[in-house]
């Protein structure tokens, strides 16, 4: 069994696959406060939850954009499973194209769904990925990364509105009864939800144009399922986007 392991600055997804059939995921907190121990923790419970013990893992690869939790996880994971984890960054093979102006910068998160929806999905291609950070990756008809846009997360608004004002609360992110809100919350809901829809559909208005042609859209990401029902744009949501692009790059490393 490989474990895929999605480091994120907000979560910790995690994914289990037998060759290439997904067997569970789960997510925890990203916290860089927690030792290797404390994580061989949750991921024992994780594991016993879902009728697995450490036994059962025979690989494990990571893609992270959290350093200091990536040597915590690959730590635990080598303590709790007696394996070395393949950690997603320079020397490892992808097959990808980067067409960027220094390769080097691109995240390994962006390095996932890119494979992954290269893995899967025609060309060229958009992947909306909406967490912390909302972002669009580009990929041309022949599959090569050609750069992409990086906005403010839907969550990292809200809480920058609430912190940063007096009088503007926390709210649940989902969309208004109406585009024009009637009270503070609605009104709120409609600038996050419908704001990020829009904002989304005039992107990908102006990638179509620079491309010459409609690419295929993919959105993953906590948020994104919430927000691309509010698209004109027709975007596939695929939740395991990113551990499916970990598990096509493990076997092209082994």
Same mark, same amino acid.
């Given at each position: 069994?490989?474990?895929?392991?999605?480091?994120?600055?907000?979560?910790?997804?995690?994914?289990?696959?037998?060759?290439?059939? *997904?067997?569970?995921?789960?997510? *925890?907190?990203?916290?860089?406060?927690?030792?290797?121990? !404390?994580?061989?923790?949750?991921?024992?419970?994780?594991?016993?939850?879902?009728?697995?013990?450490?036994?059962?893992?025979?690989?494990?690869?990571?893609?992270?954009?959290?350093?200091?939790?990536?040597?915590?996880?690959?730590?635990?994971?080598?303590?709790?499973?007696?394996?070395?984890?393949?950690?997603?960054?320079?020397?490892?093979?992808?097959?990808?194209?980067?067409?960027?102006?220094?390769?080097?910068?691109?995240?390994?998160? *962006?390095?996932?769904?890119?494979?992954?929806?290269?893995?899967?999905?025609?060309?060229?291609?958009?992947?909306?990925?909406?967490?912390?950070?909302?972002?669009?990756?580009?990929?041309?008809?022949?599959?090569?990364?050609?750069?992409?846009?990086?906005?403010?997360?839907?969550?990292?608004?809200?809480?920058?509105?609430?912190?940063?004002?007096?009088? *503007?609360?926390?709210?649940?992110?989902?969309?208004?009864?109406?585009?024009?809100?009637?009270?503070?919350?609605?009104?709120?809901?409609?600038?996050?939800?419908?704001?990020?829809?829009?904002?989304?559909?005039?992107?990908?208005?102006?990638? !179509?144009?620079?491309?010459?042609?409609?690419?295929?859209?993919?959105?993953?990401?906590?948020?994104?399922?919430?927000?691309?029902?509010?698209?004109?744009?027709?975007?596939?949501?695929?939740?395991?986007?990113?551990?499916?692009?970990?598990?096509?790059?493990?076997?092209?490393?082994?």
């Amino acid at each position: 069994m490989l474990l895929t392991i999605d480091i994120g600055n907000t979560n910790v997804t995690l994914g289990t696959y037998n060759n290439r059939i *997904l067997g569970f995921t789960a997510r *925890l907190a990203t916290d860089t406060k927690k030792t290797e121990d !404390e994580y061989a923790i949750d991921i024992k419970q994780l594991l016993a939850l879902n009728d697995m013990t450490p036994d059962d893992i025979e690989d494990c690869i990571i893609a992270s954009v959290v350093p200091s939790v990536a040597k915590s996880i690959s730590r635990a994971v080598a303590k709790l499973c007696q394996i070395v984890p393949l950690v997603l960054g320079p020397g490892i093979k992808t097959g990808l194209n980067i067409k960027i102006d220094n390769p080097a910068q691109l995240g390994a998160d *962006l390095v996932a769904g890119a494979v992954g929806a290269i893995d899967t999905y025609k060309m060229p291609c958009v992947i909306v990925d909406m967490g912390t950070a909302t972002t669009l990756s580009v990929l041309d008809k022949d599959g090569a990364f050609l750069g992409g846009v990086i906005a403010a997360g839907v969550r990292l608004t809200l809480k920058a509105l609430a912190e940063n004002t007096a009088l *503007l609360p926390s709210i649940p992110i989902e969309a208004p009864k109406s585009v024009i809100g009637s009270n503070t919350t609605e009104s709120m809901q409609s600038g996050l939800v419908l704001g990020s829809a829009a904002m989304l559909d005039g992107l990908l208005d102006r990638i !179509e144009h620079k491309l010459g042609e409609a690419p295929t859209v993919v959105a993953t990401g906590g948020l994104s399922k919430e927000i691309i029902t509010h698209c004109k744009h027709q975007i596939i949501y695929n939740e395991n986007l990113l551990l499916e692009g970990l598990c096509a790059i493990y076997e092209k490393n082994h």
